[in-house]
C-alpha cells in the first residue's frame, strides 16, 4: 500500500465517465455517501476501519507517465482529456467515522465532496479498501467476543487471498481486538505484536518429542509454548512438555510466557485433561492455547463446555472472513450543488425499499442513554442542524416510517461522528496508531448493550432519520415517482 502507485486501482467505468464529465463541461461540485446495507454476519454491528490507507491513496493520487501512457494505449481516451488526467489532483473535501468506531447499516461511512470527475475516481479504491477492511475488524471483534476475555492471535497470512489481503487483514484484525499476528510484515508495517509458536515439522525433525521440545525451550526460554500433538496430546505431548518445565524450572529459569499449543483432537476434552496434569505438576500459570479452524462458535462452543482454553490463535476464519466474504458497502451520489452554493438533494429510487438512498448532504449523530452510557440509536440529519439534548427528540425509521422512537429531553447526550480527513484537497486528519485505535474500538464495544453482541438474533441499533431530512426524503421521492409516473403515460 505505502510503497505502490495505486491511482489506477480503479474500474475502467470510472475514468470513462470521468471522459464524459470532462467532455460535457461538467464539474459540479457533488456529494456522495459511502455505506453498507447489512451487517456482517448476521450480526448487530461493524466496525469502521481502513480510513488510514484511503488517506494514504489520496494523499499519493496521480496519474504518471506510465499510467497516462497505459490509458493511451487503450484507444479510449482523447488527448485533451489524457492532458488533464496528468495534472490531476484531489482538490475537495471528505469527512468520515474514525477507525474502530462501531457503524450501523445505511449510514455514511465516508462523506465525499468535490467535483464530479474527482468523486467519481476515487469510488473503487474507497470501497475496496473500506468494505476488506472493515469486515475483518468486524470479524475480529465477533471472535475476540467469543473468547471472553482471553487473548486471540491472528493466525490467517497462509490462508489470506494474497499478500495484501494478509497484511491490512492482520491490521484490521488487531483493530478488532486481536492481541497479536503471526504476520512478521504486518507486525514491522503497523507496529502490532507478533507471536508464534512451532510447526509440527520441528518435532518430526528431532528424534523423538522431548528432545524438541527441549532444544526450543532452550532457544526461547521466555517465550515456551509447545505443541503437544504432534503424536499423541496427553500420553507424550503433555508428559514431555512438563518434563521440560520441570528442568526450566530446576535449573532456576524465570518462566515467563509459557505454555502449550494443541492442533487437533476433541478441544474441551483435552484442555481439561491438559489443565489438570500441568496444575498437578505445578504449573498453573501455564496457558492452554488451541487452534484448528476455529471461529466464533466453536469458541463459543468450547467454552460452554467448560474448555480450560486461556489462548485462541484464529487463522482461516478469521482472515477471510469464512461465512460472511465480503461486506457490502456501496458508494452512491446523494446531493449536487447548485450555482448559488445550494446542496439539491439527489435519490436512488428502488423497488427493493432497503435500496432507496437517503439524499442530501448529511451528517450524523450518535444518541447515547444518559444514565448507561450505552447506545439508543443513530440519527441521520442534514448538515447544518442543532439539537438541543435537553428537549424531546421523535426519531424516524428509515424504511418501515411508521415505526417512531421518542425520547424525552435530558435522557441521552449526542455525538457527531463524521470528522474532517481532507478540506480543498489538504489532509487535516492525523491518523491513530493501529494499538491506539484498538483501544478506541474497545471502548466502542462497550456502548453496544449485550443485546446487540450476540451472534443469533442480535438486538438491532436503529439507525434513525431526524424530522427534515425525513420530510425532504419524502418530497423528493414522491416528486421523483411523479415524473416516473408521466414517463411511463408517454
Known amino acids: 500500500m505505502r510503497s505502490s502507485n495505486l491511482t489506477l486501482l480503479t474500474d475502467l467505468y470510472e475514468i470513462t465517465m470521468m471522459q464524459g464529465y470532462f467532455k460535457t463541461g461538467n464539474r459540479d461540485v457533488v ?35 506510465d499510467d497516462i501512457r497505459y490509458l493511451e494505449s487503450l484507444g479510449m481516451f482523447d488527448d485533451d482529456f489524457l492532458k488533464y488526467l496528468s495534472t490531476f489532483r484531489f482538490s475537495g473535501s471528505i469527512y468520515a467515522i474514525p477507525e474502530g468506531t462501531i457503524i450501523f447499516p445505511r449510514e455514511p461511512i ?88 512451532h510447526a509440527h ?26 505443541l503437544v500433538d504432534t503424536y499423541d496430546t496427553l500420553k507424550s505431548g503433555l508428559p514431555n512438555a512438563i518434563r521440560v518445565f520441570t528442568e526450566m524450572r530446576d535449573s532456576g529459569i524465570e518462566m515467563k510466557n509459557y505454555g502449550i499449543r494443541m492442533d487437533s483432537g476433541d478441544l474441551a476434552y483435552l484442555s481439561k485433561k491438559a489443565r489438570k496434569m500441568l496444575d498437578d505438576a505445578g504449573f498453573p500459570d501455564a496457558v492452554i492455547t488451541a487452534s484448528n479452524d476455529l471461529d466464533e462458535y466453536l469458541i463459543e462452543t468450547l467454552k460452554s463446555q467448560g474448555a480450560m482454553i486461556t489462548s485462541w490463535g484464529v487463522g482461516t476464519s478469521l482472515i477471510t472472513s469464512k461465512d460472511w466474504p465480503a461486506f457490502g458497502g456501496v458508494y452512491k451520489l446523494a446531493a449536487i450543488r447548485d450555482e448559488n452554493g445550494k446542496f439539491i438533494p439527489k435519490i436512488k429510487l428502488s423497488e427493493n425499499t432497503e435500496k432507496v438512498t437517503n439524499p442530501g448532504n448529511k451528517d450524523i449523530y450518535r444518541i447515547y442513554d444518559r444514565t448507561t452510557g450505552k447506545i439508543r440509536a443513530d440519527l441521520i440529519c442534514l448538515t447544518g442542524e442543532t439539537f438541543d439534548e435537553s428537549e424531546d427528540m421523535t426519531l424516524y425509521d428509515p424504511i418501515d416510517t411508521w415505526k417512531r422512537t421518542h425520547l424525552p429531553g435530558g435522557t441521552y447526550t449526542m455525538r457527531s461522528l463524521l470528522v474532517p480527513i481532507f478540506d480543498e484537497g489538504k489532509c487535516v486528519y492525523t491518523s491513530p496508531t493501529v494499538l491506539d485505535i484498538q483501544k478506541i474500538c474497545d471502548r466502542e464495544k462497550g456502548t453496544l448493550w449485550d443485546e446487540n453482541m450476540r451472534f443469533v438474533n442480535p438486538a438491532e441499533v436503529y439507525v434513525d432519520l431526524s424530522d427534515q431530512l425525513y420530510r425532504m426524503k419524502m418530497k423528493v421521492f414522491n416528486e421523483m415517482s411523479a415524473e416516473q409516473l408521466k414517463e411511463d403515460e408517454r
Open 31 to 65: 456529494v456522495f455517501d459511502m455505506f453498507y446495507r447489512d451487517n456482517p454476519s448476521g450480526g448487530g454491528y461493524a466496525i469502521a476501519a481502513g480510513l488510514e490507507q484511503v488517506i494514504e491513496y489520496i494523499d499519493n493520487l496521480q496519474f504518471t507517465t
Open 201 to 226: 515439522s520441528w518435532i518430526m525433525s528431532f528424534p523423538d518429542e522431548y528432545t524438541a521440545f527441549k532444544t526450543y525451550a532452550e532457544f526461547y526460554p521466555n517465550a515456551c509454548t509447545l
Open 110 to 197: 465516508i462523506k465525499v465532496i468535490a467535483p464530479i470527475m474527482e468523486a467519481q475516481l476515487l469510488e473503487t479504491a474507497i470501497l475496496n479498501i473500506i468494505n476488506h477492511q472493515s469486515l475483518i475488524a468486524t470479524k475480529a471483534s465477533r471472535v475476540c467476543y467469543a473468547a471472553k476475555g482471553d487473548g486471540v492471535m491472528e493466525f490467517g497470512l497462509r490462508r489470506a487471498q494474497g499478500p495484501d489481503s494478509g497484511i491490512l487483514g492482520a491490521r484490521a484484525a488487531v483493530i478488532g481486538g486481536c492481541n497479536g499476528t503471526s504476520n512478521v510484515l504486518a507486525g514491522q508495517t503497523f507496529n502490532i505484536p507478533v507471536k508464534g509458536t
